[in-house]
C-alpha cells in the first residue's frame, strides 16, 4: 500500500527560528513534491525533486529551501520562519517511470509561526 | 498568474442531488487533467482523471466531462452523498519526460446535505 508520511502534524514555531520538515515515501518513487495549501489559494508548489540531490523551483520557492540525500526523504527548510509562512504543507511523491502521474499525497504539517 | 481557474469556491448539494463543480485552463499545453478529493485532516487523493483525446470519463457517480474548444472540465457527482463532502481540486499538467508538475485549482468544498 502506497505510504506518504510527514514527521509531525503540527509545530508550532517561534519566528527566525529555522524549521525542518520531513517527508518520507516507501514507494521507491523518483519524484517527491513540497505544496503549501491556504484557503482561497489551494495547494502551490514551493520545490520538486525527480532525482537523488536533484531539486527544481516551484511557484513560490522564496524563504525555502529543500534537500534530499536519499531517494525516499525529501525535507523542507525554512531557513528564517517568518509568520507569513504559518500555512498546512503537503509532501507528495509520483513515479513517472511506472507509467502514472498519480501524486500521492501525506497527511501534512500544520505549522504555525508565532 | 493562476492558471486554472475554480469554481464555485463552496458548493451546498442536498442527498441525492448532482454536484458539478467547474474549471478553466489558458495554457493549451496541458495534457492531463485531474481531479483530487481530500477530507479533513488528510491529504488529497486522486479521484480521476481524464486526458484531452477523451471528452468524457466516468467512474461510479464520478464523471469528468471535457471540453477542449473551450478549455474547460468539470466534475459531476451524481447521486450526491454524505460521505462525498469534502474538498475537490482541479488540476493540470503537461507531460515533461517524468518531470510533470501540477497546477492546482483554489478548491471548492462541496457539503452533502441529508
Known amino acids: 500500500d502506497v505510504k506518504v508520511t510527514q514527521s509531525s502534524r503540527y509545530l508550532v514555531k517561534r519566528t527566525g527560528e529555522k524549521v525542518f520538515l520531513e517527508c518520507v515515501q516507501d514507494?521507491?518513487?523518483?519524484?517527491m513534491f513540497w505544496y503549501r495549501q491556504d484557503p482561497g489559494l489551494g495547494l502551490r508548489l514551493i520545490y520538486f525533486?525527480?532525482?537523488?540531490?536533484?531539486?527544481e523551483k516551484g511557484d513560490i520557492p522564496e524563504g525555502y529551501s529543500v534537500s534530499r540525500e536519499k531517494k525516499e526523504r525529501f525535507s523542507l527548510i525554512l531557513e528564517s520562519a517568518s509568520t507569513n509562512q504559518t500555512s498546512m504543507y503537503l509532501c507528495?511523491?509520483?513515479?513517472?517511470?511506472?507509467?502514472?502521474?498519480?501524486?500521492?499525497f501525506g497527511p501534512g504539517t500544520r505549522l504555525l509561526v508565532l | 498568474q493562476q492558471q486554472v481557474k475554480q469554481s464555485p469556491q463552496s458548493l451546498i448539494v442536498q442527498k441525492g442531488g448532482i454536484s458539478i463543480i467547474n474549471c478553466a485552463y489558458e495554457?493549451?499545453?496541458?495534457?492531463?487533467f485531474p481531479w483530487y478529493q481530500q477530507f479533513p485532516g488528510k491529504g488529497p487523493a486522486l479521484l480521476i482523471a481524464?486526458?484531452?483525446?477523451?471528452s468524457e470519463k466516468k467512474e461510479g457517480r464520478f464523471t469528468i466531462s471535457f471540453n477542449k474548444s473551450a478549455k474547460q472540465f468539470s466534475l459531476h457527482i451524481m447521486d450526491s452523498q454524505p460521505g462525498d463532502s469534502a474538498t475537490y481540486f482541479c488540476?493540470?499538467?503537461?507531460?515533461?519526460?517524468?518531470?510533470?508538475?501540477?497546477?492546482f485549482g483554489t478548491g471548492t468544498r462541496l457539503t452533502i446535505i441529508p
Open positions: 481524464i486526458r484531452p483525446d477523451v
Open positions: 525533486s525527480y532525482d537523488v540531490k536533484m531539486k
Open positions: 507528495a511523491s509520483s513515479s513517472p517511470s511506472s507509467g502514472q502521474e498519480t501524486q500521492y
Open positions: 495554457n493549451t499545453a496541458f495534457d492531463y
Open positions: 488540476a493540470a499538467s503537461i507531460a515533461n519526460f517524468g518531470n510533470e508538475k501540477l497546477t
Open positions: 514507494m521507491d518513487h523518483e519524484n
